[in-house]
């Protein structure tokens, strides 16, 4: 039964993360990868923290800076990302022992494949 809410949990999230990033695509809030990335670098001072896989098709990012803005982003397999939430007042948590990781070497080849 565990295993089933947690899948369920996941598939909701993923779901909501995807509608957010079509809002955020009908609000032009949405750039190519690298673009996006520069403007949180130079403006925000904002670098990557965090990513995960949403079912293989998009990764989710956040990008914090050492003044606490954040930015998360979600980027598709076209290399089209879209800012689905921003704020201020990031508080970084103690890393709890990890249990099973994301394959980053996969979330990695997902940003780098060729623009379609």
Not at 29 to 36: G, K, Q
Not at 38 to 55: D, H, T
Request: proline share 3%; aromatic share 6%.
């Amino acid at each position: 039964m565990r295993k089933s809410s947690g899948f369920a949990c996941a598939l909701m999230i993923g779901t909501l993360v995807t509608a957010f990033a079509s809002a955020a695509q009908a609000q032009g809030r949405c750039a190519p990868h690298a673009a996006i990335v520069k403007v949180l670098a130079g403006k925000y001072q904002e670098n990557r923290q965090a990513l995960g896989l949403i079912s293989d098709k998009a990764v989710m990012e956040v990008f914090i800076s050492p003044k606490g803005t954040w930015t998360m982003l979600v980027t598709d397999q076209r290399g089209l990302s879209c800012i689905i939430a921003a704020g201020d007042a990031w508080e970084q948590m103690p890393q709890l022992a990890r249990h099973g990781h994301l394959n980053q070497g996969r979330q990695e080849e997902l940003l780098r494949q060729p623009k379609h």
